[in-house]
């Protein structure tokens, strides 16, 4: 006789009775008995989606099934008891994840093959992946293990259990929880703490290895926290993931309190999230039943008896061991004592604090690293020196955009805060002072062009440092203090250098009227190797002295505030304006048709050379109307030369916003001379985007994609080119001898005239 199963509700499901007959010992155990606070309920939405196979088959002692590991169709099934399980061939149309309702004994069958390793050879025959049978889902450890009867059962591990997919909690623990709830009586700390007898512990570790609850065994509340205890334990990765041992042996030496919860609700957060829903859920257990105590029992000594008990199973070492150290004990009692179940969270983490700070920062965890998208400005500071919290481009984004949010001086005092703040003894106290001091010193190498001509901002950092005690605790801290006193003389040196510049340039203005002696060059008795090579280095010195301030805020719209960047535009218009004097001051078809052949031939070098700024400023050139329309020079231009000119044109193709370009640049190293015309049209469009969200919160996101736009050009000046200045041709090209652009179009009519419709 077939007997068909429906998919009952993981979460909901109860302890079932035997199939017939009641059974005293069964227990029934409802969601609706978990406070809210302990467990996230499904939403209704969720309700209705298509339930997990969860069959409950009952033995002759009354256990019931818990859904525990992830069967071989990647699906998490349930694991179960029954004697003499017949044995039979698996094939492809038994294995099928599409079931519904499955004939009992085919079904049994088929989750014996995946548990029993002698017919395990059958299922490897259907599936190509035959470890992701054997492992459970773990690729680190090894899937088997023998329990206390000798059989051989999965490694528990909660990326294997079986998990409610709205909550990530395994079904086991929230059954285990329930218990307690079902019984106001056994809302009473004294349960979880009483060891209870050790005859006990073999029931117990079979029933947390097994997923098997067996009621007739749970003789009161003290032998459901034994089962609690066993399943903690019985966690090959503890329910506190053992990689964060050693971040919570450094957070453990801080002894500041409020950097204490700061480093420890980023720590909570940095775990993944189907690890960080259990243990959630769990302390917000612990916390609840802690407050019940007996008379005897104050809530305090309730919490250290709770934490001496279930620290040293919940937190361990990678190795397992927590002999010798209290750090399981002292941590555990940290967590409760501030853990606060109220609160309203969306990250899974109660700790005091948590549900304030998710208000001020918002950010998401991608592979163990966290990508900030909003934050207050104190958050995004804050976050620089928080050790434990680790997205790699915050510090860098926040120096190069800070000015989008608080000005470089309130920024460098914040630092200068945290130091003093910080100074006495202890080794997190040194270590705060060495990041504070750490970050203006990256500021001050990587981002000094924008605080050129900041007097202010040095002014401060010098007054700070000679106020500073000597000698400084650690030889770092002197190092550093030296590295920011030369860095200032640099800055001294440099602005006087610019100073001089400028006095020179307004002399050289006054003698504008003395002719400089330019030498007479014809453009067709150069090499295009040479001339590519001076172009490139005069593009990549102008390139190399834009600051990044100038690119904020749309300052390059004005020539007084983006001065350097409106030098590199003149010169690109520059070059492309000699390329169309050159071709119209000769008469003959042949010689202008020789003159776009050679320019071709100077573009093609400079796009060897990474030089896309000056290849684009000569194409544009040839592009240019005075030029595109001289249809009989064109028809002279060798087809050689036309496929090279094609191939430019291509990648400079404007379809799909330079999609050629883009691809192109991709691929290259440094030196290079990026097109400067592209940074400010994908500025423009990101300067549309507010800097601050709706509810007041920095759009660091933007911030980001700012900085990641700019970073084309910090790459492009890593690396100098290696040839040198010729400089009788590099004064040729800074001094050319260019027709007036409205002079343009009315000679090239006059080399070629219009033809007669």
Request: aromatic content about 10%.
């Amino acid at each position: 006789k077939k007997e068909s199963f429906t998919k009952p509700n993981p979460i909901t499901n109860s302890l079932s009775k035997s199939e017939g007959n009641e059974s005293s010992s069964s227990i029934s155990i409802m969601t609706s008995s978990i406070p809210p606070s302990l467990l996230f309920q499904p939403s209704e939405k969720a309700k209705e989606k298509e339930n997990l196979l969860t069959p409950m088959i009952v033995g002759s002692n009354s256990a019931v099934s818990s859904p525990l590991l992830i069967g071989p169709f990647g699906k998490k099934n349930s694991s179960f008891v029954e004697s003499n399980p017949p044995k039979i061939e698996t094939n492809a149309s038994q294995t099928s994840s599409k079931f519904r309702t499955m004939d009992r004994s085919k079904f049994n069958a088929l989750l014996d093959a995946f548990r029993n390793p002698s017919t395990k050879g059958t299922l490897s025959k259907n599936y190509s992946n035959a470890s992701s049978i054997s492992s459970f889902g773990s690729n680190s450890l090894d899937s088997k293990r023998k329990n206390s009867m000798g059989n051989e059962t999965a490694v528990l591990s909660l990326d294997i259990l079986a998990s409610d997919p709205e909550t990530n909690i395994p079904i086991f623990l929230s059954k285990i929880v329930g218990l307690f709830f079902e019984r106001d009586e056994w809302m009473n700390s004294t349960f979880l703490t009483d060891p209870g007898m050790e005859s006990e512990i073999p029931r117990m570790k079979e029933m947390a290895v097994s997923g098997i609850i067996q009621t007739s065994s749970l003789f009161n509340a003290s032998s459901v926290g034994n089962l609690l205890c066993q399943f903690l334990e019985e966690l090959v990765d503890p329910i506190f993931p053992s990689k964060f041992w050693a971040k919570l042996a450094v957070w453990s030496e801080i002894d500041d309190e409020e950097w204490k919860l700061i480093c420890l609700r980023t720590l909570f957060m940095s775990i993944p999230k189907y690890q960080l829903c259990p243990l959630n859920f769990v302390y917000n257990f612990l916390h609840s039943i802690s407050n019940e105590t007996s008379g005897k029992t104050s809530i305090e000594e309730s919490k250290r008896e709770i934490a001496r008990r279930f620290g040293p199973v919940m937190i361990r070492a990678p190795d397992g061991r927590t002999v010798g150290t209290d750090l399981s004990f002292r941590s555990c009692l940290y967590f409760l004592s501030n853990w606060d179940s109220s609160q309203c969270v969306s990250r899974f983490c109660n700790l005091r604090g948590a549900s304030e700070e998710e208000s001020l920062l918002k950010y998401e965890m991608r592979d163990g690293i966290h990508i900030t998208l909003y934050g207050t400005p104190s958050k995004l500071i804050e976050k620089t020196i928080d050790e434990f919290y680790y997205d790699p481009g915050l510090l860098d984004i926040l120096l190069n955009t800070h000015q989008y949010f608080i000005e470089s001086v309130d920024l460098l005092s914040r630092f200068l805060q945290v130091y003093t703040s910080n100074i006495g003894k202890g080794n997190w106290r040194e270590k705060m002072r060495i990041r504070a001091f750490s970050n203006i010193k990256q500021w001050l190498k990587d981002h000094s062009e924008g605080l050129r001509g900041n007097n202010q901002f040095f002014e401060m950092l010098m007054d700070f440092l000679k106020r500073l005690p000597s000698p400084l605790p650690t030889k770092q801290e002197e190092n550093f203090v030296s590295y920011f006193k030369a860095s200032f003389s640099l800055m001294k040196q440099n602005i006087a250098q610019e100073t001089r510049e400028l006095k020179r340039k307004a002399s050289s203005r006054l003698l504008s009227g003395m002719k400089i002696e330019i030498p007479d060059i014809q453009v067709l008795e150069l090499d295009p190797k040479s001339v590519a090579e001076q172009i490139t280095l005069i593009d990549f010195s102008l390139l190399r002295c834009i600051p990044s301030n100038e690119l904020y805020h749309k300052n390059f719209d004005e020539s007084r505030t983006s001065p350097h960047f409106t030098s590199m535009v003149e010169r690109f218009n520059q070059w492309s304006m000699w390329v169309v004097s050159e071709v119209l001051r000769n008469e003959k078809v042949t010689i202008r048709s020789f003159v776009i052949s050679h320019f071709i031939k100077i573009a093609n070098q400079c796009k060897k050379l990474n030089n896309f700024n000056g290849c684009y400023a000569i194409i544009a050139g040839l592009n240019y109307s005075s030029i595109s329309r001289l249809q009989r020079t064109w028809e002279k231009v060798s087809k050689k030369h036309m496929i090279k000119y094609n191939r430019l044109c291509h990648l400079f193709d404007m379809s799909f916003n330079f999609k050629n370009y883009r691809e192109a640049l991709q691929s290259l190293q440094p030196p290079m001379v990026v097109y400067l015309g592209l940074i400010p049209k994908d500025l423009t469009a990101l300067e549309e985007v507010s800097t601050f969200n709706h509810e007041g919160l920095v759009n660091f996101d933007k911030l980001r994609s700012l900085r990641k736009i700019l970073q084309t050009l910090q790459e492009c000046k890593a690396k100098d080119y290696s040839f040198e200045v010729q400089p009788e041709l590099a004064t040729y090209l800074k001094h050319l001898n260019l027709m007036r652009k409205e002079d343009t179009f009315e000679l090239s009519l006059l080399r070629e005239p219009r033809r007669p419709k």
